[in-house]
């Protein structure tokens, strides 16, 4: 949290004098008090301008047509807000509200408000939200194997028509990576500082400069020892903007990142590149679900880019938390990112700082290439992963350096989004989504029960097999909760093998949300039931029922109950909430794999795992193993240990149901086994994802445990210690 500032003048807090004015006895966690104007003012604005002048986003009522273009758009909102503009000019001019700057796209202006200024402000009606302007802290070549991206420049695919905006602090635009001249040059097609409201966009602070490189940068020879080998995709274009402040350059201003959002949108096309993805690697404190009602306006800009089929890529933040991520991440119109290692750490020197004073810090010593690093903030809402640790990237001079952070896997996804659109140009901000987390690899996130997806954009390339959500439609029935359903068609023919759903459901109470998935024939399956609600619950902002069916959500009925039905047709989600509001269908997705793909045989993976193993400060290690079958059918498991130091090896085999997930928490138990430290066999269908995860008996501290091809069993024997 931004830190308070000190009172200028001596009067009653404002957050009784706010309640006073709009009849209300308190404020709730993200939604304000509202009188009969429907005014909501957050908590944070009333706190803050009981120490002073504020910062604020103010949003206006006038809804816009979710349907026009961004010219027509601009010209709408311009004329529906006149009159609250000329109202805050007039408030302007007695200097209770200073610094006004309207927005092009959606009915809301940016403001410093005084608490003078918070009554006569609310005597608009047409004023429907004010926010704080927040302050969001800034937070290559060796991950493009890990992502699959090297595969598509050997195709010729390298983001070549494409462009990327980059909303940061600014580039350096005469670094050889990124044209190597003013703007506009061959790589920076257009570039602004819309926090300083000037059009040079010169870095300020090095990390846009780099953030900038690692999605679109291109080749560059900067010694005769050293190579920088590119961005993602490197011939794609830049759009360049600064939205932070000269004089305090560490963080971008939420207001100015609007702005340039909204001018990239203005500028989307050039005479031979369309705009692809937004990138944003910053951002402020970490929320445990989807946080639009706390930044309104950042999230109806968000939702315009989507509609003209723009993805707002954004980093979850390096606090380290494993309960939320940023904002704007946590906006359900930006795709998060979080960062997994692209090599493996080096030992004693993969501790990190979360916070400012270095108070709390986490390690990832024992981690290896492709593990999610231990300051990413995840969570159930955080949509992929990409590589970070350790990146090469560009630094101001024509040199490089070493860039890490979910400020570096960020990037990573606005240029696999680059790369996809230059294959499929029409493809929509929700096709590029699916795509990218339904055809992805299974990372665990720091707990047995929480995988993300680390994006394989090579695999993304085959569209065949997923099938998008459609807007949702709600259904009443008198006397009946509203059920919300949405489409999604399926046009190649064949029979189901496998099965997974992707979704995101947003209400104030999940526990009483119903989710049935419906074949085209009719067939359906539970993916959830519905609970009785919890009365001891707040009603807060919705929350969100985010993830994968059956990767790292259970259904309630098996999938499998779908093996061997025609799988043309249309596919509906129904979505119910047993009490209260309809739920949000905000997005869903199918990969539905036909049952001639789905591959018989078996692999051998190995896993170095222990059972109740010694380690440090009287610590007691044990292994958790989690295999999730996502096709239509039973899949069978073998389990191996090699030799132990009590025991002989031991072999036994298990069943994972179609459409399920089997997690051991001590995977030697299911052995037989009581004490020692191995290496598993795991023999598995190409189909069943296998996770591992090292736990300490004693603290609770967990790592990720590599997974092994067979000719790296030496390593794997000796590679486990280290995690003890």
């Avoid at 004098?17 to 509202?34: C, D, R």
């Avoid at 402020?284 to 706390?294: F, K, S, V, W, Y």
């Avoid at 929700?430 to 394989?456: H, M, T």
């Avoid at 096709?631 to 069943?655: D, N, Q, W």
Wanted: hydrophobic fraction near 40%.
């Amino acid at each position: 949290m931004k830190g308070r500032r000190q009172p200028l003048t001596h009067r009653p807090p404002l957050a009784i004098v706010l309640a006073a004015l709009l009849g209300a006895t308190g404020f709730a966690a993200t939604t304000a008090a509202a009188d009969g104007g429907g005014h909501r003012v957050l908590p944070d604005v009333a706190r803050a301008l009981d120490h002073g002048p504020t910062p604020v986003i103010v949003t206006l009522r006038p809804p816009i047509a979710k349907s026009l273009d961004p010219e027509q758009r601009r010209t709408m909102v311009r004329r529906v807000t006149a009159a609250s503009l000329d109202r805050a000019r007039a408030l302007e001019r007695r200097g209770v509200l200073q610094r006004l700057r309207p927005f092009d796209l959606i009915p809301a202006f940016a403001a410093v408000l005084t608490a003078d200024g918070l009554a006569p402000l609310l005597e608009d009606p047409d004023v429907i939200a004010i926010e704080r302007d927040d302050v969001w802290p800034v937070s290559t070549a060796e991950g493009l194997d890990i992502i699959g991206a090297d595969e598509l420049w050997r195709s010729g695919i390298t983001g070549e028509g494409t462009a990327v905006a980059i909303i940061d602090t600014g580039v350096d635009p005469f670094h050889p990576s990124l044209g190597g001249a003013a703007v506009p040059n061959q790589k920076i097609v257009r570039g602004l500082d819309t926090a300083d409201g000037d059009d040079d966009p010169t870095d300020c602070f090095g990390h846009g400069t780099a953030v900038a490189s690692i999605a679109v940068g291109g080749t560059h020879q900067w010694s005769p020892y050293k190579t920088f080998e590119g961005g993602v995709a490197p011939e794609a274009r830049l759009l360049a903007y600064k939205a932070a402040p000269d004089g305090a350059c560490s963080g971008l201003i939420e207001s100015a990142v609007i702005a340039a959002i909204e001018d990239a949108l203005l500028h989307r096309e050039g005479p031979d590149w369309a705009l692809a993805a937004i990138s944003i690697s910053a951002g402020g404190p970490p929320q445990p679900d989807t946080c639009d009602a706390l930044d309104p306006a950042m999230a109806a800009v968000a939702k315009q880019a989507n509609r003209l089929g723009i993805t707002v890529v954004t980093s979850s933040g390096n606090d380290g938390d494993r309960a939320g991520i940023s904002s704007p991440a946590c906006l359900s119109g930006t795709l998060s990112v979080g960062s997994v290692w692209d090599t493996d750490p080096i030992p004693g020197a993969a501790t990190f700082c979360l916070d400012g004073t270095c108070d709390r810090t986490c390690s990832d010593d024992g981690g290896f290439a492709g593990a999610m690093t231990c300051y990413t903030n995840a969570g159930p809402v955080l949509d992929v992963l990409a590589p970070s640790e350790y990146l090469k990237a560009a630094e101001a001079g024509g040199l490089t350096t070493a860039f890490g952070g979910t400020s570096g896997a960020a990037p990573y996804v606005a240029g696999a989004v680059a790369l996809l659109r230059d294959l499929y140009p029409q493809a929509t901000s929700a096709e590029i989504r699916a795509r990218l987390v339904l055809k992805s690899r299974a990372v665990q996130a720091g707990d047995p029960q929480l995988v993300r997806p680390l994006i394989q954009v090579h695999r993304a390339l085959d569209p065949s097999d997923l099938a998008v959500g459609e807007t949702p439609i709600p259904v009443t029935t008198p006397g009946q909760p509203t059920v919300v359903r949405s489409t999604a068609r399926v046009l190649d023919g064949g029979r189901v093998g496998g099965l997974r759903v992707w979704l995101r459901v947003a209400h104030s109470a999940p526990e009483v949300v119903s989710i049935v998935l419906r074949a085209p024939d009719g067939s359906t399956v539970i993916l959830r039931e519905s609970n009785s609600p919890d009365p001891n619950a707040e009603e807060l902002s919705p929350r969100v029922i985010a993830g994968t069916y059956p990767v790292d959500l259970r259904p309630d009925e098996s999938l499998g109950r779908l093996s061997g039905i025609e799988r043309q047709g249309t596919w509906v989600l129904e979505a119910q909430a047993a009490t209260g509001a309809p739920p949000v269908i905000d997005a869903w997705a199918l990969h539905v794999e036909d049952e001639e793909t789905v591959i018989e045989g078996s692999e051998r993976f190995l896993i170095p795992i222990a059972a109740r193993t010694p380690g440090a400060d009287a610590s007691l290690w044990r292994t958790h193993l989690q295999l999730v079958n996502p096709t239509a059918r039973p899949m069978e498991v073998g389990l191996t240990t090699g030799p132990l130091s009590e025991s002989a090896p031991r072999r036994t085999s298990l069943v994972v149901p179609a459409g399920h997930r089997v997690a051991l928490s001590d995977a030697f138990h299911a052995l037989g086994l009581n004490r020692g430290s191995s290496t598993l066999a795991v023999d598995a269908p190409r189909d069943v994802a296998t996770a591992a995860l090292i736990v300490a008996e004693t603290t609770g501290v967990r790592q990720a445990l590599p997974i092994l091809e067979p000719d790296t069993a030496p390593q794997a024997v000796a590679t486990h210690h280290l995690f003890f």
